[in-house]
């Protein structure tokens, strides 16, 4: 096997340059950087305090989840929210993928169960948290993004005991557009609450004997979800 000699150097840079994304990306969603401002490379790297290249590489990689885009002589913008037609789109397909995830996980329950019991706590946990920020004060972006990640752990596993690889693939291949979902949307305390709800009618649906009911709990939280997503984006 002839591998390519990347060194140390490579290693640091590759490290440097998913620093350099992660505090970009934070810069675009909480919104540091407005919708439709331009990006500059060299004025990037200044804030950052590191040279070009890695601003350049991580550039490409929020390219890819649509966040920014690149003008052809003209560098790269910030692209806008996911307007109320492609947020629409974006639910019809995770209908399709979530609701046979869920039919096929069934299946395997005695698997699931004990996972979404452990990932709905760590959830209710970090929902209580933004409800009793959001009652005196702004709601701090460490926790929103807490938050997102542990919704985003709750549906994951599912997929994972799903068992299908290209059915995992293809929920994977939307996880690009969440980014710019979430510059639409602005959840507040009564969203989360009703998410926790409805994540606790899933798993109380995978206890059950009733083999159509996870499907059928699972169909209902995506099409609440969308809902509130569309009442929200149209809203601002």
Not at 24 to 31: E, I, N, Q, T, W
Not at 165 to 191: C, I, K, N, W
């Amino acid at each position: 096997m002839n591998l390519p000699d990347i060194g140390p150097a490579g290693i640091e840079r590759r490290g440097l340059r998913e620093q350099v994304y992660d505090s970009v990306l934070r810069m675009l969603l909480d919104g540091r950087i407005a919708a439709g401002e331009r990006l500059s490379i060299d004025t990037m790297a200044r804030v950052l305090n590191v040279s070009p290249t890695p601003v350049r590489e991580a550039f490409v990689m929020l390219e890819r989840t649509g966040l920014v885009s690149r003008e052809a002589l003209r560098g790269y913008r910030v692209a806008p929210p996911l307007d109320d037609e492609q947020l629409a789109e974006l639910f019809d397909a995770r209908l399709l993928l979530e609701v046979e995830a869920a039919r096929l996980a069934y299946a395997q329950r005695d698997a699931l169960i004990p996972m979404l019991r452990d990932l709905t706590a760590v959830h209710d946990e970090r929902v209580a948290r933004i409800a009793a920020h959001a009652q005196h004060e702004p709601v701090p972006f460490e926790l929103t993004e807490a938050y997102f990640q542990s919704d985003a752990d709750f549906h994951n596993a599912v997929f994972e005991v799903a068992g299908n690889r290209f059915l995992v693939g293809l929920y994977e291949s939307l996880g690009a557009l969440t980014h710019r979902m979430r510059q639409a949307v602005h959840r507040g305390p009564e969203d989360v609450l009703d998410a926790s709800r409805e994540h606790h009618r899933i798993l109380e649906a995978f206890e059950s004997a009733d083999e159509l009911a996870a499907a059928a709990a699972m169909r209902e939280h995506i099409e609440n979800v969308r809902a509130r997503s569309l009442a929200d984006s149209s809203s601002h």
